[in-house]
């Protein structure tokens, strides 16, 4: 090899070199914190520093979220978050989502935590980060008023639920032997039972107390569930654990001082964290 075939071939090495070194993580195929599940930054701070704190949510799943009469976005868990975001010195900015795709939009980092009466499972936690509980309540069949062929939960073994597909009560009808009628929400699953083209939903207790405060009970019948009672949280993505701290401390601040059980008697009428 003579020595200026050695010179080109030495300098086509270094620029080989450093332009590997210059690569994305992706591009090396890297595997980054971020790929790991948690996060490069401290998520708190930079909410902090930009004031604003992305919260994924329905907006179509009353009294939790939902839009009212002048199309504003509001309910409990609006509230709870408007609040909760105040109290870090920040504003909520909502980001409504469909429920079925709501984990993954907060999985690609459409927002920084979910507020939607999400129940604490424990596939969840492995996988996500909860807030201290801020709701509790249980599972109730709702069927239609002149269904008599419906009166416990174990009657439902072959009929059509209408479910919110990943939600906790979409997975207590499939343990009771019910099939599955997609729906996105609750208002959608109570419109297939008058119209009778599903049997029956599993829904929770407190969106059903709203129904039929806003609706009345005669077109429907509910039924309990022998499921215990379930714990509601705000989720978040793993690693993020002084945003989750300051959330907590805000959620346990607004018990203490009154606040948390104005918002629940505003929309309940009772203390809905017990």
């Known amino acids: 090899m003579t020595k200026k075939r050695s010179v080109v071939l030495c300098i086509i090495i270094i620029a080989s070199m450093l332009l590997f070194s210059c690569a994305t993580p992706e591009e090396n195929n890297e595997v980054t914190e971020e790929n ?8 708190l701070s930079f909410i902090q520093e930009s004031g604003v704190i992305k919260v994924g949510t329905e907006g179509t799943y009353p009294p939790f979220t939902f839009h ?8 409990f868990d609006v509230e709870i978050a408007r609040e909760v975001a105040a109290r870090l010195n920040v504003e909520a900015e909502f980001m409504e989502t469909q429920w079925d795709g709501m984990m993954a939009g907060l999985d690609a980092k459409r927002f920084d935590m979910i507020v939607n009466q999400v ?3 424990p596939d969840r936690q492995e996988k996500y980060d ?10 109730v069949i709702v069927t239609g008023a002149d269904n008599e062929n419906v009166n416990s ?8 639920s209408a479910q919110s597909l990943t939600s906790n009560y979409e997975s207590i009808a499939l343990q009771y032997g019910a099939e599955i009628e997609p729906v996105e929400g609750f208002a959608q699953a109570i419109s297939l039972i008058q119209s009778k083209r599903v049997d029956i939903t599993i829904n929770d207790r407190l969106t059903v107390l709203d129904y039929v405060k806003q609706k009345g009970e005669e077109n429907i019948k509910v039924l309990p569930t022998p499921e215990e009672k379930s714990s509601n949280g705000i989720l978040f993505r793993k690693g993020n654990e002084t945003l989750v701290e300051a959330i907590n401390q805000a959620i346990e601040d607004m018990m203490e001082d009154g606040t948390y059980l104005e918002i629940s008697m505003e929309w309940f009428g009772e203390d809905v964290s017990k």
């Open 36 to 43: 790991e599940g948690t996060e490069s930054i401290d998520l």
């Open 68 to 75: 009212d009469e002048k199309d504003q976005l509001t309910g």
């Open 119 to 121: 129940g604490i499972t």
């Open 130 to 139: 909860f807030s201290i509980p801020y709701i509790t309540s249980s599972a």
């Open 153 to 160: 939960v174990e009657d439902i073994k072959g009929l059509t």
